[in-house]
C-alpha cells in the first residue's frame, strides 16, 4: 500500500514536499513515481525513482523544480516541489511498479496507486 500526503495550499513561487510511504515489501528493483492529474486533464507523468541506485527521471515541465528522493530506513519517497506554479496544481498520486521500466512515463505501466493528495497553487 502507498500512502500520500503532504499536499495543501501554496502561493506561486512557493513549496511543498510531499511524501509517499510504502508499507509492505521492498526490494531494489522497486519504481517508485509521482503523477498528477488536473481537473479534466488525464493522468501526467511527474518523477521516478528506481529504489536501487537512485536512478531518477523527470517531466520537462518540473525539471530544475521538483526533485525526488528517498530514505530507505523509512521506505519512503518524497518530492521537493519548488518556485510552484498555478498550472502544478492536481491530485498528485505516488505510483509504484516492481521493475524498471522504459514506459515509466505511462501510467498503466503502474501496478500500485496511492490515494492521492491535493496540491493548489493560487494567490
Known amino acids: 500500500q502507498l500512502q500520500a500526503s503532504g499536499g495543501g495550499l501554496v502561493q506561486p513561487g512557493g513549496s511543498l514536499r510531499l511524501a509517499c510511504v510504502a508499507s509492505g515489501g521492498s526490494s531494489s528493483d522497486y519504481v517508485t513515481a509521482w503523477f498528477r492529474q488536473a481537473p479534466g486533464k488525464d493522468h501526467e507523468f511527474v518523477a521516478a525513482?528506481?529504489?536501487?541506485?537512485?536512478?531518477?527521471v523527470y517531466a520537462d515541465s518540473v525539471k530544475g523544480r521538483f526533485a525526488i528522493s528517498r530514505d530507505n530506513s523509512k521506505k519512503t519517497v518524497f518530492l521537493q516541489m519548488n518556485t510552484l506554479k498555478p498550472e502544478d496544481t492536481a491530485v498528485y498520486y505516488c505510483v509504484q511498479r516492481t521493475r524498471w521500466t522504459v514506459r515509466y512515463a505511462q501510467s498503466s505501466e503502474y501496478d500500485y496507486w496511492g490515494q492521492g493528495t491535493l496540491v493548489t497553487v493560487s494567490s
Open positions: 525513482m528506481r529504489w536501487g541506485g537512485g536512478r531518477t
